[in-house]
């Protein structure tokens, strides 16, 4: 069937859009309702004629080999069953993110689907969302798996992701997504979904979100990844809802559009602010359909880089307020910084290390930092308080033990250097003793 610019409007005066959705959404509308012993079906007609339950709508009634006919307008939204509804089969998937999807339902009904699609990449690096591969692989970072796993340079995460999930599962491994893994993957996100929705609906920008492509992961992960880690700070540390949207824009992760998909301007001198009486958007960093994506960072690193942002944002030592914004630059923090660096030799955001021993920092990029600006012996010092306050918040119990870790071997040094405790505490047992004390701190 075709639809041209001449075409006759319908019966009902209503000519076909031209978004109508392709069969096999039409289908894959339908699957969460069918019934038992469903092996095809019989006919599909576009209707244009009005029935009943989708008054003055071009709608496909699908007659099946088991079961009632099924109803699915023309856009792919399904309308229900003509009649009474059927017991839906056990087997038919039950996640909002696959029930209704046409590459879960082909894998569903038996046609296992090679996650090595050689359609997986455009242009050597540029993840391809329209491949089936990144439905499933949207899938296992909503579980949490590391959607960055596997060897880069092999550029297959959604391979090695695969893998993982079917080597912690039980199930045989290579690249094929079966009825069997699709069964664990759906059966394991309707928990999640369930869990996930009252946070996500929390998110101030919930309301604005821009739509996500078909393949990516549920509109309410998305928020959930964002909520999440403000919902868990002190109420001090927690912007309003005005302030969230604007910290978006500027320092935080993501970013705010017109419909069109481009970003916001400033409003002022120093892009402080824009905006928001204009009709704006919410996408999220490696959630927008428009932007090349070259990868997709696990659920924990996105938390981690949402608080990373923040913690930029508050940050006193980068010399930013505005005091419509009130906790821009509203944390002090140059105590904190004197801990691992020199601050009396500080230059702006630059100062030496007290340590070249990168095991005295939280995280390998709080130690490198960024590169350039600083003078000869200086390093940028912001990326340390961001990641340890991501860290701190995201990963308390590594934060503690590391700390622990650390005190016990500012003790083991003290005890060397100063006489009278190695008299004090010399025997081993007291130094043991010693040590467990300081490491329940
Ligand atoms: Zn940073």
Not at 23 to 36: D, E, M, R
Not at 237 to 245: F, K, P, S
Not at 346 to 363: E, H, K, L
Not at 399 to 412: G, I, S, Y
Request: proline share 6%; hydrophobic share 40%; with cysteine.
């Amino acid at each position: 069937m075709t639809r041209s610019a001449n075409t006759a409007p319908s019966q009902n005066g209503q000519p076909l859009a031209q978004s109508w959705a392709d069969s096999t959404t039409v289908f894959a509308a339908a699957a969460p309702y069918l019934a038992c012993g469903v092996t095809h079906a019989r006919l599909a007609n576009l209707n244009l004629a009005s029935y009943a339950e989708a008054p003055s709508q071009s709608v496909w009634g699908l007659n099946f080999d088991a079961g009632q006919n099924q109803l699915v307008k023309w856009d792919g939204a399904y309308v229900g069953a003509q009649g009474a509804p059927n017991a839906p089969c056990a087997a038919n998937l039950k996640s909002d993110f696959l029930k209704s999807d046409a590459c879960a339902n082909l894998v569903a009904s038996g046609t296992a689907y090679d996650m090595d699609d050689p359609a997986w990449l455009i242009n050597v690096s540029d993840q391809n969302r329209e491949t089936c591969a990144y439905k499933f692989f949207s899938g296992f970072n909503m579980l949490g798996y590391n959607t960055m796993a596997g060897n880069p340079s092999l550029q297959k995460p959604q391979v090695a992701v695969l893998q993982q999930f079917q080597n912690q599962r039980g199930l045989p491994v290579s690249t094929l997504v079966t009825v069997d893994g699709l069964g664990q993957l759906d059966s394991l996100l309707v928990p999640r979904e369930i869990k996930i929705a009252a946070v996500a609906a929390t998110f101030p920008l919930y309301g604005r979100m821009q739509p996500l492509h078909r393949n990516d992961v549920s509109k309410n992960w998305v928020a959930y990844i964002y909520m999440l880690p403000m919902s868990v700070l002190p109420a001090h540390l927690r912007m309003g809802d005005v302030e969230t949207t604007q910290c978006i824009w500027g320092q935080c992760l993501g970013f705010l559009q017109d419909a069109n998909g481009v970003d916001l301007p400033c409003q002022q001198g120093g892009c402080y602010t824009t905006d928001l009486t204009v009709d704006y958007r919410f996408a999220g960093a490696y959630f927008d359909p428009r932007r090349n994506h070259a990868a997709l960072p696990s659920a924990a690193a996105d938390v981690g880089a949402v608080l990373h942002e923040y913690a930029h944002y508050l940050d006193a030592a980068l010399g930013s307020t505005y005091p419509p914004n009130p906790l821009l630059g509203s944390v002090a923090t140059s105590g904190f910084y004197d801990i691992s660096y020199d601050m009396s030799q500080a230059q702006g955001a630059c100062a030496p290390r007290r340590s070249t021993n990168p095991q005295d920092w939280i995280t390998r990029y709080g130690f490198a930092g960024v590169p350039g600006g600083c003078m000869q012996g200086k390093v940028f010092i912001a990326e340390e308080w961001a990641e340890a306050f991501s860290m701190y918040v995201a990963a308390g119990r590594n934060f503690r033990a590391a700390k622990r870790r650390h005190c016990a071997e500012v003790q083991l040094a003290e005890d060397e250097r100063v006489p009278e405790h190695r008299i004090r505490y010399g025997s081993p047992a007291r130094r043991r003793e010693r040590l467990q004390r300081r490491s329940r701190l």
